[in-house]
C-alpha cells in the first residue's frame, strides 16, 4: 500500500488534520502524533497547547489587519479589492489554525473534523484568490466590480468546497474514504496549492517585463517564495530536531508560522510596489481656511 505523504508530514510535525488520519489501514486508532512536539502549559487556569505558536498566529492577525489598512487607503490600486480578499482569507485561516493548535477546540469535540476541513478550505480559496488577484493586475478586466468578486469567490468557494468535503469523507470514512486513504486530501492540500502558487508567481513576472517595467519588486515575490518554501521544508525536516533541542517549548509549526507570516509580508510589499497611489484620493478631507494674501502690498 502506497504511504501518503501527508502521512509522512505527519509523522514528522504536529498539524491538526493529522489527528484525522491514520497510518494504518489494519487499524481502527485514528490520529497521527510525531515522537516530538510542543508541550503545554497552564495559564490562568486554563490548558494552552502550543503556546509560542499560538502567539505568533495573534501577531499574524495582527500585523494582517494593518496590511489591511493601508491597501483600503489606496483607493485607485488596481485589483484592491481582490487583493483585500486574499488577505481577509489570510485572516480567517490563521485565526482557525490558532483556534486549533493552542487547543481552544479540541480533537474530542464533534465538530473538530468540520473545523478542521473549514481551516484547509479557507487555505485553499486563499491561494485561488490570490491567483486570481494576479489575474487582474493585468488590467483585462475591470477589477472590484461586483460580478468580478462573484465569479472570483464563485471559483475560490468550489475549490474550497471539494477541499472540505473530502476532508470530512476522509475523517468519517465516507465515499470510499476513509483516514487510511489520505491520498486524495494530499493532492487537494499539497500539489493543488503549490500549482496555484506557481501560476502566480509566473504571472506576476510576466507583468513586471510586460506592463510595469520595474523590476526591483522581483525581489519582493522572490523572498515571499524563499520564505514558503523554506517553512514547508522545515516543518518535514526541522521539527523534530527544533523540539528535541528546545525541551519541547518549541516545534516545525512555530518556524513554520513564522515562514508563512514572513511570506505574505513579502507578497503584500510586492503588491504595494506595483500599485501607484492616485494623490486626489490620498488627500485627507479636511476643511482648511486660507488667509488672502495682497500680492501688491500694503496700501
Known amino acids: 500500500m502506497i504511504v501518503s505523504p501527508l502521512v509522512q508530514l505527519c509523522r514528522a510535525a504536529p498539524l491538526p488534520v493529522c489527528l484525522l488520519l491514520s497510518d494504518d489501514s489494519a487499524s481502527s486508532v485514528v490520529g497521527i502524533v510525531p515522537s516530538c512536539y510542543a508541550r503545554s502549559a497552564l ?43 486574499v488577505l481577509l482569507l489570510y485572516m480567517m485561516t490563521t485565526f482557525l489554525t490558532l483556534c486549533l493548535d493552542v487547543g481552544v477546540l479540541t480533537p474530542s469535540h464533534a465538530a473538530f473534523p468540520w473545523v478542521v476541513a473549514v481551516q484547509l478550505a479557507s487555505g485553499t480559496m486563499t491561494m485561488v484568490c490570490l491567483v486570481a488577484s494576479g489575474i487582474v493586475s493585468f488590467c483585462w478586466l475591470e477589477d472590484g466590480t461586483g460580478w468580478l468578486m462573484s465569479v472570483i469567490l464563485g471559483a475560490a468557494g468550489l475549490c474550497g468546497g471539494a477541499v472540505f468535503a473530502v476532508t470530512v469523507c476522509t475523517a468519517h470514512s465516507w465515499l470510499n474514504l ?46 515571499g517564495l524563499i520564505f514558503l518554501v523554506a517553512g514547508q521544508v522545515l516543518l518535514l525536516t526541522a521539527s523534530i530536531p527544533l523540539c528535541e533541542a528546545t525541551e519541547h517549548y518549541l516545534d516545525g509549526t512555530f518556524i513554520a508560522t513564522a515562514c508563512h507570516l514572513l511570506a ?36
Not at 56 to 68: E, F, N, Y
Request: aromatic share 12%; hydrophobic share 45%.
Open 43 to 85: 495559564f490562568a487556569n486554563t490548558l494552552v497547547l502550543d503556546g509560542p505558536t499560538g502567539i505568533l498566529h495573534l501577531l499574524a492577525l495582527g500585523i494582517t489587519t494593518i496590511m489591511l489598512s493601508n491597501i483600503r487607503q489606496k483607493y485607485a490600486a488596481v485589483g484592491r479589492r481582490e487583493f483585500m480578499t
Open 178 to 223: 476513509s483516514p487510511a486513504k489520505s491520498l486524495p486530501l494530499f493532492f487537494l492540500t499539497g500539489p493543488l496549492n503549490a500549482l496555484l502558487l506557481v501560476c502566480y508567481a509566473v504571472m506576476q513576472v510576466i507583468l513586471l517585463y510586460t506592463k510595469v517595467k520595474n523590476y526591483w519588486p522581483l525581489g519582493n515575490l522572490l523572498f
Open 264 to 299: 505574505v509580508m513579502m507578497v503584500y510589499k510586492y503588491f504595494d510596489s506595483i500599485t501607484l497611489e492616485n494623490l486626489e484620493f490620498s488627500i485627507e478631507h479636511k476643511r482648511q481656511v486660507y488667509q488672502p494674501v495682497s500680492m501688491t502690498g500694503p496700501h
